[in-house]
């Protein structure tokens, strides 16, 4: 009986420690879901996170508004969007909100010939071919913006996204501002009814149809124009100079929102004003409950937070992202105490 008793207070025991581990990797996990645009940086902080703590995070990269579904339903610790919520969203689903990079995108094109810095384009022009109004390359307003350029008679195929896409509304947002055409017949949104073009999912699938097709011109996030080496463009800023993506330039581009940014860190810096500024720059943010039912998920999910806010900065440049600027980091930190743990 004596040996039977013991073996019953070690099974016990054995549960009560496998429960704790069940209990501890749980609230150590960290799942989420949302934009393509800040993937590859998810990716680095999540690989480096592991190594540095022991804490994994796993991401689906499935575009912002899947992102925003996933975590209004409580199905992630957290979303992810390239384009803010408003504030009567995020009151209505007691989320926040933090901008965690900066990123430009990039129009892509494959069309011989045409290599990085061979194709300028401003926009006006690159909204009347998303409109379907530009049809050939050899157009006389393509072909006025690159004099030297040697532009085949070829049609224009225009490739977007198929799915709900932060990169979509950076995108729509800047032609908005650009053209009274665009925003008056298509506006800005993370989908929009196209005029023209095929649609791929998430900017892998839009970087894969440019790179397939040629005559393609569509809409990417720098680095995946990059891994792929598909030519992109310089595009008009409004100062008036042509540039192309870069830290440099993405930088400039938040450098007036960030003097001014305000309490819900909702701001475009599409055409921002100033030179050097590249003209189709964007935040991206987090999203993730102010009052969590989850405290010890939360609380893992707040410290990795402020590691990607901080120490996570530094990887962002290898990958072709800007880091935050110092005073908007300073804020977010500040911010991030609101949270209920």
Known sequence: MERLVNLVRTLV????????????????DITGAGATFPYPIYAKWADTYKKETGIGLNYQSIGSGGGIKQIEANTVTFGASDMPLKPDDLTKNGLVQ??????????VVNLDGISPNDLTIDGQTLAKIFLGEIKTWDDPAIKKLNPSAKLPSQAIAVAHRADGSGTTFIFTDYLSKVSADWKSKVGSNTSVEWPVGIGGKGNEGVAGLVKQTPGTVGYVELIYASQNKI???SVQNAAGEFLQASLASVTAAAASASKSMPADFRVSITNAPGKGAYPISSFTWLLFYEKPTDKARAKVMVDFTKWALTDGQKYCAELGYAPLPPEVVKLELEAIKRIAL
């Open 13 to 28: 025991a054995a549960g009560a420690v496998a429960a704790i581990s069940t209990v501890s990797a749980i609230a150590g």
């Open 98 to 107: 933090f901008p965690t990079v900066m990123g430009g995108i990039v129009p």
């Open 231 to 233: 030519p992109y463009g």
